[in-house]
């Protein structure tokens, strides 16, 4: 049917927002002055929660609380956040502050839909303090209104909203992690990730759970991928054989074989694709999924042993932290014998004449140049330490390469004894490592200082000076 000659085309919404909601004595007014509102809304995720769905039940909150108050005039949303991050590391928030502490503010006030999407522990009484020094109030729908931290009632709310926040949050990690880990042990199963080189996924059947499985949700195992798997049984075999990690390495680069990253780009799209690594056959080397038991929780990075704003990367877990699942899961690539036999050749070995090396001052001599620890290197008999600027044993060396700097250990040690007069060695180095001390060095001078403070490159080029005098450190 079409629409009539002369009506309005928003006629009809005015109709749903006062027409039909008229009461005796008069139409309905709707008020349009008072304060002028920033919304602002999170959602944690979004791949598994319906954006539009969680803006709208938050917005439409917020309304009612500054109802007959004023009016939203801005909005700032935030996807993808956790709660624990904070305001100033999320994208929407940190806008919203800034407009905040601007002279052109469009906005007099800020209300939020609820205060486990916007805040968590404590965080409410740091954002609330600083929009406070700029004339701004926050609205919450728990307290019915402005928080005003001075009234002690609004300041217990605020420590209790706090508190259940952060119980939320810890009971629903505690809850999940415990349920993955019962998974993973007593059912084998796949519970997402990349899978590891030389594995794809397979389709392993519906979905355990029902309601799941009628949405057309499946589980998914790991097998051998054809083109991948052989050279991870290959790197076992020249493992248990003897050689390196870095010959393994620089074997397959002069074979052309597809480093892990490059074999999956679209998984791995933040690498570089570029080579095999040392540290890339290690990873594979020290993975025991190959051996056809599932295994979780290897990286611990448990958010309680960690601040809400910190970068710090998850860790290696030990073994005993594991979740290990107690029948093979999936076709093995490596017999976990072979395995753990494997992991045996990664510790030192005895020399011909059935000594094992020693090292003093491992980890304790970095290279001015590279701001690198130096590798330590037996040479003439004897330890010694050597930096290569970069130079990658798993590669063929540049001829780019600036020349390389070598330490004796006996002259480190004789250098070490002036700022330690009267120590034993022993003592020296465990004064070293106690306080977080380096040895900064290169051909021309040395020096003691932090370890944080040796860290990233130090200087541009590398430049022997012929005039320098001789090095006590240098052989």
């Not at 999940?176 to 997402?192: D, F, I, N, P, S």
């Amino acid at each position: 049917m079409e629409a009539r000659e002369g009506v309005e085309p928003d006629e009809f919404q005015r109709w749903l927002q006062h027409g039909r909601r008229k009461k005796r004595g008069g139409p309905q007014i709707v008020r349009r002055s008072g304060l002028r509102f920033a919304f602002y809304g999170r959602t944690s995720t979004t791949r598994f929660q319906d954006q539009q769905s969680s803006r709208g039940w938050q917005r439409e909150t917020a309304e009612v609380v500054i109802a007959d108050h004023g009016a939203i005039v801005a909005e700032f949303f935030d996807a993808g956040c956790s709660r624990q991050m904070p305001w100033h590391q999320r994208p929407k928030a940190s806008a919203l502050l800034a407009a905040a502490n601007s002279s052109k503010r469009p906005f007099d006030a800020i209300v939020v839909g609820e205060y486990e999407r916007a805040f968590v522990g404590d965080q409410f009484e740091y954002v609330a303090t600083e929009l406070g020094q700029c004339g701004v109030k926050v609205w919450l729908p728990e307290a019915g209104g402005p928080v005003d931290l001075d009234d002690p009632t609004h300041h217990v709310l605020m420590t209790v909203l706090g508190a259940q926040s952060q119980r939320e949050v810890l009971r629903s990690r505690y809850r999940v992690l415990a349920a993955m880990r019962t998974q993973t042990r007593e059912q084998g199963r796949y519970l997402g990730g990349r899978p590891p080189y030389g594995y794809r996924l397979v389709d392993a059947g519906p979905h355990p759970n029902r309601a799941h499985a009628a949405w057309g949700r499946r589980l998914q195992r790991l097998d051998p991928d054809p083109v991948t798997a052989p050279h991870v049984r290959w790197i076992f075999a020249e493992r248990l054989a003897g050689r390196s990690i870095a010959g393994i390495a620089r074997w397959l680069n002069e074979k052309g074989v597809a480093c892990p990253s490059s074999a999956d780009r679209q998984r791995n799209p933040h690498r570089s694709a570029h080579a095999w690594t040392v540290q890339t056959v290690a990873v594979i080397l020290n993975n025991p999924r190959y051996t056809g038991r599932q295994v979780w929780q290897r990286s611990s990075g448990a958010r309680s042993a960690r601040t809400a704003d910190s970068t710090t990367a998850p860790r290696e877990g030990l073994g005993q932290e594991w979740a290990v699942s107690e029948k093979v899961a999936h076709p093995e690539l490596v017999s976990e014998r072979d395995f753990v036999a494997a992991q045996a050749v990664r510790a030192s070995r005895p020399t011909k004449d059935g000594r094992v090396r020693e090292y003093l001052c491992a980890g304790l001599l970095v290279c001015r140049m590279c701001g690198r620890r130096m590798d330590a290197h037996w040479v003439n008999g004897r330890p010694g330490y050597r930096c290569r600027h970069g130079y990658n044993s798993s590669q063929q060396r540049g001829s780019t390469r600036g020349k390389g700097l070598y330490v004796r250990e006996d002259r480190a040690m004789a250098a070490l004894a002036a700022w330690f007069p009267g120590s034993g060695p022993l003592d020296m180095l465990r004064c070293l490592r106690r306080d977080d001390l380096v040895v900064l060095c290169d051909p021309g001078e040395w020096e003691l200082v932090r370890a944080e403070d040796a860290a990233g490159p130090i200087q541009s080029d590398f430049v022997e000076s012929p005039g320098s005098g001789p090095d006590p450190f240098m052989g």
